[in-house]
């Protein structure tokens, strides 16, 4: 057993580690929000203790308890819904009282305040009882804690071109750099042939068109490289499968886009609120966009889901994260991440009632 203990009182650490000794079970120490999702990128766990008030990132001081909230919330991201099982650690006996339903929506799998008890629901006793209720729920854990969720088949959707960098279903594919051929490739690609499909070029056609010293070996190895790097980008961020020609196919006689992908082309650097033209499988469409509001934690720019989403709750669309999901054909952990992001920047809020809740913009 290997638990992620997240805590900064070395006090209380001394205790954990006793205790986690005793029963047996390695840990990790991590007394940070930053090192903690670290380390849940990095490794398997069977458990995590929580303390809620926790500092953002190492030597900075300013614990809150908004941290260790953030913090359950991405375990849920990264691990799976419900995954990994969490005990959240508190010394705000009342106030963690009146969060408990919120916590447990986000999460947690039981509460221990500290000081821990010396008999009764002890550290030992709280952490064997999660465990055990754990393994009842999830039969093959503990692998089963650590597992992300299955991924599915790559769907298809939005190739948007801005003039600095390309999204491919609202992710980062290519940035517009003086390194590589991606940009260039993509760009001559785009188009489409007056039969209506999308424009095909033999590898030595694209070497001779981007550069006269290119070769073809050169255009195919950095296809390959472009779609191995969609492949990784789809699979960690979008939980999708995208196979080898599901953006780029060379099948029928030269490279071009799938059949899957629609192409749009905008004219700002940055994805943003507004109605603009939007593309349909018929064809491709050319957008005009504004610049996007700015986050008050100046986050960057918005993806197409996030400007979609402002977008309707401007119109005064009720809008739920299953809306969001539907329309995108994305899993449930990246319309979370976009929407958690959104109310981090103070753009939008949740309204719980009436159940199950739905979004809506933000006063400011």
């Not at 492949?231 to 196979?243: A, F, K, N």
């Not at 749009?264 to 939007?278: I, L, S, Y």
């Amino acid at each position: 057993m290997r638990v992620l203990v997240v805590e900064d009182d070395r006090e209380i650490v001394t205790h954990i580690e006793d205790t986690l000794l005793a029963l047996g079970y390695e840990h990790d120490l991590a007394d940070n929000q930053q090192d903690a999702q670290r380390f849940l990128q990095e490794k398997n766990y069977d458990l995590m203790l929580l303390d809620l008030q926790i500092p953002a990132r190492p030597n900075r001081g300013f614990a809150k308890i908004e941290h260790g909230r953030s913090l359950l919330e991405s375990t849920q991201r990264i691990k799976g819904k419900n995954r990994l099982p969490v005990i959240v650690m508190t010394g705000y006996g009342a106030q963690a009282l009146d969060q408990s339903v919120e916590l447990l929506a986000a999460g947690a799998a039981d509460f221990i305040s500290k000081p821990f008890p010396e008999s009764g629901r002890t550290l030992a006793k709280v952490v064997q009882d999660v465990l055990a209720g754990h393994r009842r729920k999830f039969p093959d854990a503990p692998a089963a804690a650590n597992q992300q969720p299955k991924a599915e088949p790559f769907p298809g959707g939005v190739l948007a071109f801005y003039p600095d960098h390309i999204q491919l279903l609202g992710e980062t594919i290519v940035e517009k750099t003086h390194r590589g051929h991606a940009w260039k490739i993509l760009h001559l690609l785009k188009d489409r042939s007056s039969r209506g499909g999308y424009v095909r070029f033999s590898g030595d056609h694209l070497a001779r068109t981007i550069h006269r010293g290119l070769g073809q070996n050169t255009i195919a190895q950095c296809v390959a490289a472009l779609r191995a790097r969609v492949t990784e980008i789809m699979r960690d961020r979008q939980s999708l499968v995208c196979g080898k020609y599901d953006m780029i196919d060379n099948h029928g006689g030269g490279y071009h886009l799938s059949a899957k992908i629609v192409v749009e082309v905008h004219d700002a650097p940055v994805p943003a609120v507004g109605d603009g033209e939007k593309a349909s499988a018929a064809g491709a469409a050319v957008s005009t966009v504004p610049a996007a509001p700015t986050g008050k934690n100046g986050n960057g720019p918005l993806n197409d889901r996030q400007k979609w989403v402002l977008a309707e709750l401007t119109k005064g669309v009720q809008l739920r994260r299953a809306d969001v999901e539907k329309h995108f054909r994305v899993c449930p952990r990246t319309t979370k991440r976009d929407l958690a992001d959104l109310a981090e920047r103070g753009l939008v809020a949740f309204k719980r009632t009436p159940p199950p809740g739905q979004y809506h913009l933000a006063e400011r």
